[in-house]
């Protein structure tokens, strides 16, 4: 990738580090950041356009200029979605009012009690589900919700996939991680066989559903599987290439499960004053690529996983007609994990604990 680069389709925005919940499987509200210092939405105008673009934080509802970024980020592209506890209710039902087009999903970690209780914030469950009967009132289209697997909510995501599906709303999945962002270092799923027998459960469910989007969620939660059991992430992580972050001081980062125990450099910064094509383009950033081809980390979150799912969808998809056609006939799931080779440098993913150095390529 010498002089062929190809630009990014997604694209997050981490819009602050300022959270009003506490939650136990994420230390941001500990490190809030200060607004004087957050990125501006002019800041963002330099940015190319995407087919995505997923606005977050901490929680961006407590930024007083939210629509300023939500309308220059739709110069940029038509899809944006906006990732929110869901407490600050009023706040999202004033900005969808504007921006109709919008996409929300609410974090909800399991029924009420467990919600709360995850979450530090007593009215936490009930806040994000008002969130979402109000959106849906409002005949908003794009919204859902989402939860963090821990030790202590596995089963309570049952009962969440079957309050989305009856009122059809996105659900969406995820196991807890260890990196820079969530300053967490002890997010480690103990109770393994509980959790992945409801992951399995979740998985029969989904392939029973007949749309393939829901086929496809399956071979992702059994990519879930394959994190917390410590294998290798099914295919090959191409953050940086497809996909970046922004954090709310500019600094462009590949992902953000980043670790300084194995590697955390930067991209650039959109305040730089170069061009955006400039900071993609430039050889420090193909260092970052480099660093993320032989990355030791095994992460499988949806903005990593989901758009090389899509780039290798010939291989993924015999997994998903077979195990499709398992479930309409009534055979057993097929749930051992899954490893598609595409080239793929053999370091990445494999765990190890030493740093890595990025080297220019060759």
Known sequence: MKNNYIMPTDVSIITTYRCQM???????WHHPTDPTQEI????????????FANITGGEPFLRDDLEDIVEVMFTKTKRIVISTSGYHYKKIFKLSER?????VRVSIEGLSQTNNTLRGRDEGFDRGLKTLLGLKSMGVKDIGFGITVSNRN???????????????????????????????????????????ANFHELIRRLLKENH?????????????????????RMLPCEAGSVNFFID??????????????????????????????????DPEAEKIRNCVRSCPKNCWMVGTAAPVMK?????????????KLKSLLG?????????????????????????????DTD
């Open 22 to 28: 506490k939650c136990q499987m994420c230390n941001i």
């Open 40 to 51: 501006k939405a002019k800041d963002l105008e330099l940015l190319p356009q995407f087919k």
């Open 99 to 103: 921006f109709p087009n919008i996409g």
């Open 154 to 196: 596995s089963e309570d995501m049952l009962w969440l996939f079957e309050l989305g599906k009856s009122m059809n709303l996105e659900f969406a999945t995820a196991a807890f991680h260890n990196s820079y962002y969530f300053h967490k270092d002890d997010n480690f799923i103990t109770n393994k066989d509980e959790v992945i």
């Open 212 to 232: 393939p989007k829901s086929w496809f969620r399956a071979l992702f939660n059994l990519g879930l599987i394959g994190y917390i059991g410590g294998q290798r």
């Open 248 to 281: 709310p001081y500019g600094e462009v980062y590949p992902c953000n499960g980043l670790e300084e125990k194995y590697w955390k450099k930067s991209m650039g910064n959109v305040r730089s004053g170069k061009t955006f094509e400039e900071i993609w383009t």
């Open 311 to 323: 780039k290798y969808i010939k291989q993924v998809l015999p997994w998903v007609v077979k195990n």
């Open 331 to 359: 055979l057993p799931i097929e749930f051992y994990p899954q490893y598609f080779d595409v080239g793929q440098d053999k370091r990445q993913g494999d765990l190890r604990e030493t740093g890595i150095e990025c080297h």
